[in-house]
T-cell receptor
Framework: KAGVTQTPRYLIKTRGQQVTLSCSPI?????VSWYQQTPGQGLQFLFE???????NKGNFPGRFSGRQFSNSRSEMNVSTLELGDSALYLC?????????????FGEGSRLTVL | AQRVTQPEKLLSVFKGAPVELKCNYS??????LFWYVQYSRQRLQLLLR??SRESIKGFTADLNKGETSFHLKKPFAQEEDSAMYYC??????????FGTGTSLTVIP
């Protein structure tokens, strides 16, 4: 099986712009979650989608949003980018809705905001 | 509030020496705890989970509810154990709280 695929892998934006990141989960996985990883804060939970519905949301401003499509692929969007949004954004998929502990991570999308 | 603390950012041990990576948590409910690992140039992956009570690659972790700890241990460190280790706590669904990680270096 192919692993979790995230695109783009690297991108550079300027303050005020918006960005959309994409995640294709492992085939058959219905849960997709997103994390922001920074050197100082580690991995912080953004949100989780299951069967096209947002189930959980972390403590991030409304500029961060996401969605999931019927094929379980997910996108996250960050509007009005700020310098502090520079980070590695990780997507993880899981086969089941309930917690199993088995999150399968992608390689991440590294966002740099100038 | 849920929180996972890994007090050591960096940890170096000699090959063959015991290793312990510390993890403390705060959680109001009954916790599900995990260790994830990221080897150089690889993806973050699950190492072990407390409910399985298993040993993976020689690593074990015991949940101590009294001390709210979930330390990761291995009696004899190997060079291939050098990696970044994250302790994680699961809340509802697949919402995880991760510690900030400990970078383990095993010195030959």
């Amino acid at each position: 099986k192919a692993g979790v695929t995230q695109t783009p892998r690297y991108l550079i934006k300027t303050r005020g712009q918006q960005v959309t990141l994409s995640c294709s989960p492992i085939s058959g996985h219905r849960s997709v979650s997103w994390y922001q990883q920074t050197p100082g804060q580690g991995l912080q939970f953004l949100f989780e989608y299951f069967s096209e519905t947002q189930r959980n949301k972390g403590n991030f401003p409304g500029r961060f949003s996401g969605r999931q499509f019927s094929n379980s692929r997910s996108e996250m969007n960050v509007s009005t980018l700020e310098l502090g949004d520079s980070a590695l954004y990780l997507c993880a998929s899981s086969p089941r809705g309930a917690s199993t502990g088995e999150l399968f991570f992608g390689e991440g999308s590294r966002l740099t905001v100038l | 509030a849920q929180r996972v603390t890994q007090p050591e950012k960096l940890l170096s041990v000699f090959k063959g020496a015991p290793v312990e990576l510390k993890c403390n948590y705060s959680y109001s409910g009954s916790p599900e705890l995990f260790w994830y690992v990221q080897y150089s140039r690889q993806r973050l992956q699950l190492l072990l989970r407390h409910i399985s009570r298993e040993s993976i690659k020689g690593f074990t972790a015991d949940l101590n509810k009294g001390e709210t700890s979930f330390h990761l241990k291995k009696p004899f460190a190997q060079e291939e154990d050098s990696a970044m280790y994250y302790c994680a706590l699961s809340a509802s669904g697949n919402q995880f709280y991760f510690g900030t990680g400990t970078s383990l270096t095993v010195i030959p």
